[in-house]
Structures are given as C-alpha cells and as structure tokens.
C-alpha cells in the first residue's frame, strides 16, 4: 500500500449517476425519493450534494455507496457498478455519526478496516499513525471515543475510512452536529486532506456556506421527489482559507445558490396554482 501522504492522483475513479430513481415502500405507503437524477464527478473533484432536507441527498449517497439499490437507472464507480467498487475497496464512508468502538482506542478503531483484511501489525500500526497524525490527533491515539470531543470522534471517523486508502470518500452531513467554531476549523482539514492525497469526495450538506467553502462543483437537488435542479461551478480560488469567508466572490456564490431554492419555490407555488 503507497503512502497515504503522497499527493499522487490516484487511477482514474468518478461517479456516473445516470436517469436514476428509488421508489420506497409499496401500495398506499410508496413514495418517491428520487427521480431520473443524472450527473457524472470527475476525479479529484470535490462535489457537494445540497438541497432541503427530505430531497434524497442521503439516499443518493447510499446508493453509490451500495447501501441501497436504485428503482431504475444505473449507478457506476470508475466504470463498476457499487458492489464491485465495494469489494475493490474504492471508496470510504462517513456518517453524520462517528459511529466508533468504545471499548477500541483511537488507534485501533483507525486500524479496523486493516485488521479485517489481515494486515501485518507493523504496518497497521504505520498506517494508523500517518493517519492520526494527518488528523492531529497523534497524541490522542491511546485514548478512547468517549474520551474525545465530537469533533476529534468525527476525525476519527475520516481517518478510519482513509486507512484503506480509497480514491473516492463519500461523506453523509459528517460536521452537521458540530459547532461552527469547530466545524470550519474540520473544513480546513478536510480540503488539506484532499489536497494532499488526490481524493475524489462527495459530500452531503444542507448548508449552502458549506457546500461553496468546500466544493468544486454543487449539485443542487429540488425538494421532495429528489431530482437535478442545477449544478454549479464554484469561481473560487482553489487555494482556500478562513479569509475566504468574508470575500465578496463567497458571498455572491451563496447568493447565487440560495436563488436556486427560491426559484424553485416559486415554480411550485405556480404550478400548485395552475
């Protein structure tokens, strides 16, 4: 396994999501979460998935994660359907919740994934410490989840599914609990981890200042069923800082994406009218 600090582009990994829908429930109970959404990442982009709560934002994550199976459509991972990208180990998840082991030590739940697939002590260990020390959390590596703030849990969880070292992370609203103070601070993380290893990411969010600090693109979904509103380039620089925040250029992209959601309420309401 390469070295998870090298800034090589790993091989070629993007998503194809193409006319998918997933219709939930039978009879009286059935309910549409999405419908015939089309979109393709390229690699090494980072691509926020964004819209109202209930679109299916989540539900499209699961799907290329192989969580979940699509009504019709087709889902692709560098050209593989999800379970095969799965058993190739293309790609890690993060959840909302860290969803670590307690009774594990920090290092051992990063070493998990590693210890599953049989890999020597030694270079688990290698592993795990590259990671923890990618996260900052080095000198928390002996201690316990409980023992940890949300936000160290949630480093955590990012370091773990890196320790496969996949070209692709999907990530389900993983700073939606935290505070802002610390959510901004795992940002900045975030796009340094991307920065230094290549990665592909796609990101679940339904905070639009989120989606613009952290993206190459945003797909913006409209409101319940879940279909493509529009995508959007991000005109920012691609080096970001905290200063970045209180740029005009941020602001107007905000701006631009929040229109989005007023446009389609206002289609709403005229096509309830007619």
């Not at 670590?100 to 030590?105: G, P």
């Not at 389900?172 to 505070?179: I, T």
């Not at 200042?209 to 069923?225: C, G, M, T």
């Amino acid at each position: 396994m390469s070295s998870i600090s090298s800034a090589t582009v790993p091989e070629a990994c993007h998503i194809d999501v193409d006319h998918v829908s997933v219709v939930l429930g039978t009879g009286t109970q059935q309910v549409t979460a999405l419908s015939d959404v089309t979109f393709q990442i390229q690699s090494n982009e980072f691509v926020s998935l964004l819209g109202p709560s209930g679109c299916g934002k989540s539900t499209l994550l699961r799907l290329v994660g192989d969580l979940l199976q699509p009504t019709s459509g087709t889902v692709r991972i560098a050209g593989q359907e999800p379970e095969r990208a799965r058993l190739q180990r293309q790609f890690g998840i993060v959840f909302q919740t860290p969803a670590l082991f307690d009774w594990r030590t920090v290092r051992h739940n990063v070493e998990l994934p590693l210890e599953l697939l049989g890999t020597r002590r030694k270079e688990c260990r290698r592993i795990s410490g590259e990671l923890l020390e990618m996260v900052g959390l080095t000198r928390f590596a002996d201690h316990y989840p409980w023992q940890l703030s949300g936000g160290m849990q949630q480093r955590v969880s990012i370091a773990r599914a890196l320790a496969l070292d996949p070209p692709l992370l999907l990530m389900d609203e993983p700073f939606s609990a935290l505070d802002e103070f610390t959510k901004e601070k795992l940002q900045l993380e975030l796009l340094e981890i991307k920065r230094s290893t290549g990665k592909t990411f796609l990101f679940v969010t339904h905070s639009i200042p989120e989606a613009v600090f952290l993206s190459d693109r945003i797909i913006v979904l409209s409101a319940h069923p879940g279909q493509v509103h529009s995508i959007h380039s991000v005109n920012l620089p691609s080096e970001r800082h905290s200063e970045l925040r209180e740029t005009e250029a941020f602001y107007h992209m905000i701006t631009t994406i929040r229109n989005c959601f007023y446009e389609e309420r206002d289609e709403s309401h005229v096509s309830a009218v007619l």
